[in-house]
C-alpha cells in the first residue's frame, strides 16, 4: 500500500477531458491508497448554446465536481474561460500556486502537442507550474510556500492518438483501466450537457461509445490489456531522479512499460 502522503494531480484544460484520458489511472490511483486531485484550467463556458457563457460554465462545474466526487477526488475550481487558456504569467502564477498546496507526487496532464490549443497551453503551463514548485523567487497567487518534493509528469495519449500533424502517437507505459472502466464511464456520464453538446458540434454519435472505444483501442496498442490508458513520463530533469517511475511502482500488475519504446529513446 502507498502511504497516504503521496499525492496524484490530474490537470486536464476542459471538463470531461480528465474522464477520456486520464480517469481509469487516477481511480486506480485512489485504490492505491494516494489522494488524488482533479482540475480542469478552463470552466467549459463554450461547451454549448442552450444557455449563455455564465450559465454553461455553472453547469459544467457542477458535472465536473460530481465527477470527481465519484473519483474520490479533490475538486480544484478552474481558472479561466475556454480558449483563454494561454502560456502567459498571470495564469502560471494561479496554477502554480495550486501545485504547491498539493504538492503531486505524480501529475498527469495532456500530451505536448494535441489537436487543441487549450490542451498543449494545460501542458506547458502544468510543467512550469511544477518546475517553478520549489522557487521562492517566483511569486505565486495567492502567496504559498515552496515545496521540494519529486514529481513525475506523465502525459496521457492525444485525443484520437495522433498529433496535429496526424502521426500515430504511443505510449512508453500502459496501464490497465478493465476493472474501473465502468467507473471511468460513470464519471464521463456525469457530463450530460458535453454530450449534447458534442453530438451536435463534432458529430459524435455516441459520446461514452467513443471513450470505451479509444480505450479498447489503446489496450489493443498495449498487446496485453483489453482496456487501457497510456502515458509517457516527461524528462525528469528540474522533476525527480531520472529512474523515477511511481506510476509503475503504485500499480503492480496493472502498468505496463513498452519496452521498444524506451528502447527508441536511444
Known amino acids: 500500500m502507498i502511504p497516504m ?3 496524484a494531480f490530474a490537470i486536464g484544460a476542459h471538463p470531461d477531458d480528465i474522464e477520456f484520458v486520464m480517469a481509469g489511472t487516477l481511480l486506480l490511483l485512489k485504490q492505491a491508497g494516494f489522494e488524488t486531485h482533479y482540475m480542469t484550467l478552463a470552466n467549459g463556458n463554450c461547451g454549448g448554446r442552450e444557455q449563455d457563457g455564465t450559465a454553461t460554465a455553472r453547469t459544467r462545474r457542477h458535472e465536473a465536481r460530481n465527477a470527481a466526487a465519484r473519483a474520490g477526488a479533490i475538486f480544484h475550481d478552474s481558472l479561466v474561460k475556454d480558449l483563454e ?5 498571470k495564469t502560471l502564477r494561479r496554477l502554480a500556486a495550486v ?3 498539493v504538492a503531486p507526487a505524480i501529475l498527469l496532464t495532456h500530451y505536448p502537442c494535441e489537436y487543441m490549443e487549450d490542451h498543449t497551453n494545460t501542458c506547458r503551463l502544468a510543467l512550469s507550474a511544477a ?3 520549489g ?3 517566483f511569486v505565486v497567487s495567492p502567496p504559498r510556500p515552496t515545496t521540494d518534493q519529486a514529481v513525475t509528469v506523465y502525459h496521457s495519449l492525444p485525443f484520437g492518438l495522433r498529433d496535429p500533424l496526424r502521426r500515430r502517437i504511443r505510449a512508453g507505459l500502459y496501464v490497465n483501466i478493465g476493472d474501473v472502466l465502468t467507473a471511468k464511464r460513470d464519471m464521463l456520464a456525469m457530463h ?3 454530450k449534447e453538446w458534442l453530438d451536435v458540434s463534432q458529430g459524435m454519435d455516441s459520446y461514452l461509445k467513443a471513450m470505451t472505444d479509444m480505450a479498447r483501442e489503446v489496450g489493443g496498442m498495449s498487446a496485453r490489456f483489453e482496456y487501457a490508458e497510456g502515458w509517457t513520463r516527461h524528462l525528469a530533469a ?3 531522479d531520472a529512474a523515477a517511475d511511481p506510476l509503475l511502482a503504485a500499480l503492480p500488475g496493472l502498468a505496463v512499460v513498452d519496452e521498444r519504446f524506451e528502447r527508441e529513446l536511444g
Request: net charge positive; hydrophobic share 40%; charged share 20%.
Open 5 to 7: 502522503a503521496q499525492t
Open 135 to 137: 522557487m521562492p523567487n
Open 131 to 133: 518546475f517553478v514548485r
Open 192 to 194: 450530460k450537457s458535453q
Open 99 to 101: 501545485v504547491r498546496e
Open 85 to 89: 487558456i494561454l502560456y502567459e504569467v
Open 238 to 240: 528540474g522533476f525527480c
